[in-house]
């Protein structure tokens, strides 16, 4: 079979591989209790670092990257699933301590998997992938604390990437106002597209600010983190709602307790990793009930399990529009 394999040793490197099932089970993956023959993975911000090796997301010596997948059950030794069954999965470290989705099989725990839905097909729950299932929990978050479509303005920071094209348009679906912020003038037609009623410049967000802004925002997306966080924190409205999901530009938060105290501003820590299973498929169901192929198609490119490794260079300098959903058999 074919799998991108990360190895640590003699020096960091990721390449496409050939290997035998006896190598995948004995070397890449020893662990788990079901097989999965993969349809097709993705390229997350997370597998970018791992591929490249630009943070040290692999905490194994060697392992396969991706750290979700699509596909259907080869083999089970789990109660929860039968051969035939069609499965997704989304986190729970693999691609990072446990070998992931960018092979043509893979071994996991079964209580890691959810079934795929039914309204969804393999190719749509991976354009989706743990990058728009992250921006639905945000959605979730922003709704379980009241945030309401009249209560004014959302702000989706990172608003081009995987994360934040599919925030765009869930919010805008919903009936939000979005305002996206992004450092790509080239990307405006595209986010007015997904729903963007507004597009804001990212460098408004990324410098230093005071610690008490102007009040805008009734609730906020980010995935970037850092300075660009901690300003939409500060110019947040009295009793809004900050959903927090990723750290583009850092993993600081070079804030004061300022907007909390004094506008009652909550921050939502948004982990799609670990979250229970209830929550997996609360938003899995959302998607199914709620998809317009249309927009998810049009932030969608497909490419085959060749092209992931030059896929994650290119999410990491920024070059990367919406989704990429790999084909592991092509």
Same mark, same amino acid.
């Given at each position: 079979?074919?799998?991108?394999?990360?190895?640590?040793?003699? !020096?960091?490197?990721?390449?496409? *591989?050939?290997? @035998?099932?006896?190598?995948?089970?004995?070397?890449?993956?020893?662990?788990?209790?079901?097989?999965?023959?993969?349809?097709?993975?993705?390229?997350?911000?997370?597998?970018? #670092? +791992?591929?490249?090796?630009?943070?040290?997301?692999?905490?194994?010596?060697?392992?396969?990257?991706?750290?979700?997948?699509?596909?259907?059950?080869?083999?089970?030794?789990?109660?929860?699933?039968?051969?035939?069954?069609?499965?997704?999965?989304?986190?729970?470290?693999?691609?990072?301590? %446990?070998?992931?989705?960018?092979?043509?099989?893979?071994?996991?725990?079964?209580?890691? #998997?959810?079934?795929?839905?039914?309204?969804?097909?393999?190719?749509?729950?991976?354009?989706?992938?743990?990058?728009? =299932?992250?921006?639905?929990?945000?959605?979730?978050?922003?709704?379980?604390?009241? *945030?309401?479509?009249?209560?004014?303005?959302? #702000?989706? !920071?990172?608003? &081009?990437?995987?994360?934040?094209?599919?925030?765009?348009?869930?919010?805008?679906?919903?009936? =939000?106002?979005?305002?996206?912020?992004?450092?790509?003038?080239?990307? %405006?037609? =595209?986010?007015?597209?997904?729903?963007?009623?507004?597009?804001?410049?990212?460098?408004?967000?990324?410098?230093?600010?005071?610690?008490?802004?102007?009040?805008?925002?009734?609730?906020?997306?980010?995935?970037?983190?850092? %300075?660009?966080?901690?300003?939409?924190?500060?110019?947040?409205?009295?009793?809004?709602?900050?959903?927090?999901?990723?750290? +583009?530009?850092?993993?600081?938060?070079? $804030?004061?307790? $300022?907007?909390?105290?004094?506008?009652?501003?909550? #921050?939502?820590?948004?982990?799609?990793?670990?979250?229970?299973?209830?929550?997996?498929?609360? $938003?899995?169901?959302?998607?199914?009930? @709620?998809?317009? +192929?249309?927009?998810?198609?049009?932030?969608?490119?497909?490419?085959?399990? &060749?092209?992931?490794?030059?896929?994650?260079?290119?999410?990491?300098?920024?070059?990367?529009?919406?989704? *990429?959903?790999?084909?592991?058999?092509?």
């Amino acid at each position: 079979m074919k799998a991108l394999r990360i190895d640590k040793e003699p !020096t960091y490197h990721c390449e496409l *591989v050939d290997v @035998t099932e006896a190598v995948f089970n004995d070397t890449l993956s020893p662990e788990g209790d079901v097989w999965v023959d993969v349809a097709y993975s993705s390229v997350n911000y997370k597998d970018g #670092l +791992a591929i490249t090796g630009k943070s040290p997301v692999v905490r194994k010596p060697t392992l396969v990257p991706g750290i979700d997948f699509v596909g259907r059950v080869r083999r089970s030794e789990n109660p929860l699933w039968q051969v035939g069954d069609e499965v997704i999965l989304n986190g729970w470290g693999v691609g990072e301590t %446990h070998s992931g989705g960018l092979a043509q099989m893979a071994r996991v725990k079964g209580d890691w #998997l959810i079934a795929k839905p039914a309204g969804l097909t393999a190719v749509q729950t991976m354009a989706i992938g743990t990058a728009g =299932y992250t921006a639905m929990l945000c959605l979730m978050a922003l709704q379980n604390h009241g *945030v309401k479509p009249g209560d004014g303005d959302i #702000l989706v !920071t990172g608003a &081009s990437g995987g994360v934040g094209s599919v925030a765009v348009a869930l919010l805008s679906q919903a009936g =939000y106002r979005v305002v996206a912020a992004t450092g790509k003038a080239n990307e %405006h037609a =595209y986010l007015t597209a997904l729903g963007a009623a507004e597009i804001m410049d990212r460098a408004l967000l990324s410098a230093p600010g005071k610690p008490l802004q102007k009040e805008r925002w009734a609730g906020v997306v980010d995935a970037v983190g850092s %300075h660009t966080l901690a300003n939409a924190c500060a110019s947040a409205r009295y009793g809004a709602t900050v959903a927090a999901c990723g750290l +583009a530009q850092g993993m600081d938060f070079p $804030a004061t307790v $300022a907007p909390f105290i004094l506008r009652g501003i909550t #921050l939502c820590g948004i982990d799609s990793v670990m979250a229970p299973k209830a929550v997996r498929e609360a $938003a899995w169901a959302r998607f199914a009930d @709620t998809l317009d +192929a249309d927009w998810l198609q049009s932030l969608t490119t497909v490419v085959p399990l &060749s092209g992931a490794i030059e896929t994650a260079s290119q999410i990491l300098r920024g070059e990367v529009r919406g989704r *990429v959903v790999v084909d592991v058999n092509a």
